[in-house]
């Protein structure tokens, strides 16, 4: 055997197992490799053409890149290159629609002139189509959302109240007065006389109608996290904090409304904090360092004596006299004894539609709901109408089916509280006002309430003009 003849072959053989894995290397790529000699021809190209150009690696080879180009397969990239002797990256469309991003290279000799220009074609084709479909994702995701919104103010529409007492009018038209503006509104009144719709009244009313609307329940938030809840915190502010931090609920309603229910359980030692809230629209929240800036309109209600708890040092004067800026006060639903029967009205037809019943009130029925005294308000009213629209299995609403309402109220009213001692005839009053009133929403009229107290019709008459609302009055009188 000839040792030299088999030392001679080993190289080339190394030699054609490098160029064999070259090949492969090549030909397998997904990016398209063009090869260009420094005239301008192609000396090599890839298999990747076929699905960039349609072509053959043999219908390429050999060819002018002039050629190629002339025939618009794609855009002249490489002789760009050739020109500039420097890296050249251009995105193009080919012949059959391919989106290809080429980058080509050329490839100096030691004397500074083009060797070779290696081009490298990825076809992004497939990333074009997503963020075309990332494009309409986002289009749909506004179009969903600009339903939301529509939704929204659709729930807000529903939610206004009756108006037809002369003094529901008057507090409309102011709410529509102050709704454009961004003054700090206090609204007043019991409970369940429909401050919080009123509320979400002004903000639909208002310019920041389309952003959103926060209702924090001061009193639902225990003391010790009300501050958290309301500013956020800082990444880590506390032990067993969320290690990326929390947006209060303030910064939730940016551009928006929020709405303090409750304002009067707010704890005294935030009072400060959210004074300058009002007064910079800038805070801290828990832990953190730089002031944020917050763009929100400010409405709070109570159904509490804020200036009483102002006297006894429970709630501050600067915070009050800050929210009172233009304040609305919700009548109990007693002093609108107008608004109860369309009140009736709007809430049968809800509930009818909600459970699909078809209830209506007796005349006599109806004239017994004007007469209660509504301790709970228009909530109180709502409820009663759902309870009846489930437990009455007849179509029509009878009095017996209110009878509980009074028996309630005898239940809950059995007595007149006193204090241990005041003068006799304050004492007195205080009966006489609770028995006047009692019997003139039972019986409905001067005169039965004259048989009942064993009075004259005359003093009888002038004791519920003195004890009964002028509303309440004229509602009731001669109802009996």
């Known amino acids: 055997m000839d040792h030299s003849v088999s030392q001679k072959s080993f190289p080339t053989q190394k030699l ?91 490839v100096l000799d030691s004397h500074g002139n083009i060797e070779l220009v290696v081009a490298n074609s ?182 509490r004596d804020l200036r009483g708890l102002v006297k006894q040092g429970f709630f501050r004067g600067d915070l009050y006299y800050r929210l009172n800026v233009i304040e609305v006060e919700m009548p109990p639903l007693r002093e609108r004894v107008e608004d109860i029967l369309p009140l009736v009205v709007f809430y049968l037809k809800k509930i009818n539609h909600i459970y699909e019943t078809k209830h209506s009130f007796s005349q006599a029925s109806l004239e017994l709901l004007l007469r209660y005294h509504w301790p709970g308000n228009v909530r109180e009213l709502e409820h009663v109408i759902e309870r009846l629209a489930i437990t009455v299995p007849e179509t029509t609403i009878e009095v017996e089916h209110l009878a509980y309402l009074f028996r309630q109220v005898e239940n809950e009213d059995c007595s007149v509280s006193l204090p241990a001692l005041i003068p006799l005839d304050a004492a007195v009053e205080r009966v006489e006002k609770y028995l006047v009133i009692k019997a003139f929403r039972q019986l409905g009229s001067s005169y039965k309430v004259a048989e009942a107290l064993k009075i004259s019709q005359t003093k009888a008459s002038r004791l519920i003009r003195k004890y009964c609302s002028v509303q309440e009055f004229e509602a009731l009188r001669d109802r009996g």
Request: net charge positive.
């Open 122 to 303: 990825r076809d992004i084709t497939q990333i074009d189509q997503i963020k075309q479909d990332y494009e309409q994702t986002k289009l749909l995701l506004q179009k969903y959302r600009k339903e939301v919104t529509e939704l929204r103010k659709k729930e807000l529409l529903a939610t206004d109240f009756v108006a037809h007492s002369k003094q529901m009018r008057n507090i409309v038209e102011l709410a529509q007065r102050v709704a454009p503006t961004d003054s700090t509104i206090l609204i007043t009144g019991e409970s369940g006389t429909g401050k919080g719709v009123m509320a979400k009244y002004i903000h639909k009313m208002s310019k920041r109608k389309g952003n959103a609307f926060i209702h924090i329940n001061c009193a639902a938030i225990p003391d010790q996290l009300f501050e958290s809840e309301l500013f956020g915190y800082a990444p880590g502010a506390f032990t067993g904090a969320d290690k990326h931090g929390k947006v209060g609920l303030l910064e939730l309603a940016q551009n928006g409304t929020v709405f303090l229910d409750e304002i009067g359980e707010i704890p005294l030692r935030l009072q400060a904090k959210l004074l300058e809230v009002m007064q910079e629209l800038r805070f801290i929240d828990v832990g953190g360092r730089n002031k944020k800036e917050v763009n929100v309109r400010i409405i709070a209600a109570t159904n």
């Open 16 to 106: 054609q197992l490098a160029q064999d894995l070259l090949y492969k290397i090549l030909e397998n790529s997904y990016d398209e490799i063009f090869v260009i000699d420094g005239a301008g021809r192609i000396v090599y190209v890839n298999n990747a053409c076929v699905e960039n150009y349609g072509l053959q690696p043999s219908e390429i080879i050999g060819r002018s890149i002039w050629w190629f180009y002339e025939r618009g397969y794609c855009l002249p990239t490489t002789p760009v290159a050739l020109r500039k002797k420097e890296r050249v990256t251009l995105e193009t469309i080919t012949s059959i629609g391919k989106r290809l991003v080429v980058t080509s290279t050329p």
